[in-house]
């Protein structure tokens, strides 16, 4: 497609509860990033995407959040027994190695 | 781990009035620097500033990075109502992940 796309844009889901959120990177983009982006708070990096390499898995805050990317397209974000502190907007890029991230508009993950 | 210091956190301006967002970086592996535009939830990209110094200028915005400050100012003129908007920094350490500040909450009066 013309540009990154996410969804759900909204997903409210019960405490303890397992959620999937999707991103489909812009076509032939060979990089792929998940931020969360907190109330009031600036983006904060979770995974990196790139290739055929193992992803860096280096900000994801807990073994709860996980993710993964098939066939080097469609990527999805897991988050297992979902708490509270988990709401925010995941927000998901790609880009060409090199080149300015695209962004998409985001899940706002609601946790009550 | 390297930091990105935005300020001010907030601005209220009247339309047509000029302003002037900042921000800070420290320096390890550092590559460029990015400016973004977030209105509701997609960041959108602004300007790329790498050491070179070279301005980076588009209509009324405008920015330039100072590699001895290791800082970057973001200019807007004559502003307008569509400029309110969290504008974010963020620094490039070459391994394509982006370190973003808080941003600065633009709000322009009509």
């Known amino acids: 497609g013309a540009g990154v796309s996410q969804s759900p844009s909204n997903k409210v889901t019960e405490k303890g509860k397992d959620v999937e959120l999707r991103c489909d990177p812009i076509?032939?983009?060979?990089?792929l990033y998940w931020y969360r982006q907190s109330l009031g708070q600036g983006l904060e990096f979770l995974i990196y995407?790139?290739?055929?390499?193992?992803?860096?898995k280096s900000g994801l805050p807990s073994d709860r959040f996980s993710a993964e990317r098939t066939g080097g397209s469609v990527s999805t974000l897991t988050i297992q027994r979902t708490q509270q502190e988990d709401s925010a907007v995941y927000l998901c890029?790609?880009?060409?190695?090199?080149?300015?991230?695209?962004f998409g508009s985001g899940t706002r993950l609601t946790v009550v | 781990e390297d930091k990105v210091v935005q300020s001010p956190l907030s601005l209220v301006v009247h339309e047509g009035d000029t302003v002037t967002l900042n921000c800070s970086y420290e320096v390890t592996n550092f590559r460029s620097l990015l400016w973004y535009k977030q209105e509701k939830k997609a960041p959108t990209f602004l300007f790329m500033l790498?050491?070179?110094?070279i301005e980076k200028k588009s209509g009324r915005l405008s920015s330039i990075l100072d590699k001895k400050e290791l800082s970057s100012i973001l200019n807007i003129t004559a502003t307008q109502t569509g400029d309110s908007a969290i504008y974010l920094c963020a620094e490039n350490l070459g391994n394509e992940k982006l370190t973003f500040g808080t941003g600065t909450r633009l709000t322009i009066i009509p």
């Open positions: 790498t050491s070179s110094g």
């Open positions: 076509s032939g983009h060979t990089a």
């Open positions: 890029a790609s880009s060409l190695e090199r080149h300015g991230y695209t």
């Open positions: 995407f790139q290739g055929n390499s193992a992803p860096d």
